[in-house]
């Protein structure tokens, strides 16, 4: 599913969402690179699929750790990353990082 991910039915499942870096490309120029419109259309895809009655395992890419781009548009897609990235973790029981093949854990429940 390229854009409306809360309103497939996941129900009883073990879903791997891989990866919200290329779901939100997708997003953010759907949205004409808008970054407050894109961040209300994933946080509002989030929440339904935070609602289901399903194990959810996402996979993110963390991209606002290294330099930053001259681009803007860049740094606008680098912004919306990070706070989709944070808003997740906000709601997600456990949070790992991985690093060079490490498991780093920012969140257990």
């Known amino acids: 599913e390229e854009l409306r991910i809360g309103e497939l039915n996941l129900a009883g499942r073990v ?19 808008d970054v407050d419109k894109s961040l209300i259309f994933a946080k509002e895809q989030i929440a339904h699929l935070a609602r289901q009655d399903a ?31 944070q808003h997740i973790a906000q709601l997600a029981d456990s949070v790992t990082l991985m690093v060079s093949g490490i498991s780093v854990t920012l969140k257990q429940m």
């Open 55 to 85: 194990h959810l395992i996402v996979v993110s890419n963390e991209i606002g750790m290294g330099g930053t781009s001259p681009n803007e548009l860049q740094v606008k897609f680098t912004d919306l990353q990070g706070f989709v990235n």
């Open 15 to 33: 879903v791997v969402v891989d990866c919200i870096t290329l779901w939100l490309t997708n997003i953010f120029f759907d949205f004409e690179a």
